[in-house]
């Protein structure tokens, strides 16, 4: 039986902060989904498909992990695909309480499921999609913190917004 994570968020954008936690979680496990949240009551600056573009792009060397789309329950999504292991990154200790809430009450809805915190290289502690999407707005190159990919993204998203 394979060992499949499911790294599940927004992406919006993916950071390369993200980048290393698929890249470290694809050594662990046999297959990784980074599962692109599509919650229609978030207000996102991309698309779904865009998202997922972005994600497919930064991950195209990596053989064992794949994009996909996923509305609903998290750990139904698990189930579906078959998955146990689910990838959360943890960035500071600011992030704790909450991943650990959440991974309490994922268990709570599925004893199943297993929540594995992966930490991101150090350059990348303090990388959020938000501050990303903030100095995009403003105009300022973002390449340090996501891929040249996402990074030509952003500017068309904000040049002509």
Known sequence: MSRIAVYPGSFDPLTRGHLDIVQRAARIFDH??????????????????????????????LPNADADTFTGLLV????RKKARVLIRGLRVVSDMDYEFQLASFN??????????????DDQHT??????????ARLGADT???????????????????
């Open 143 to 161: 390449d340090a913190f996501v891929t040249p990919f996402v990074s030509r993204r952003l500017k068309l998203k904000f040049r002509a917004g």
């Open 126 to 135: 303090y990388l959020a999609s938000s501050m990303v999407r903030e100095v």
């Open 32 to 61: 990784v989904i980074v599962a692109v949240s599509n919650n229609a009551s978030k207000r996102h600056s991309f698309s779904v498909s865009e998202r997922i573009e972005m994600v497919e792009d930064a991950i195209r060397g």
């Open 76 to 79: 139904d999504y698990l189930k």
């Open 107 to 120: 268990r709570r809805l599925n004893k199943d499921v297993e929540t594995v915190f992966l930490m991101p």
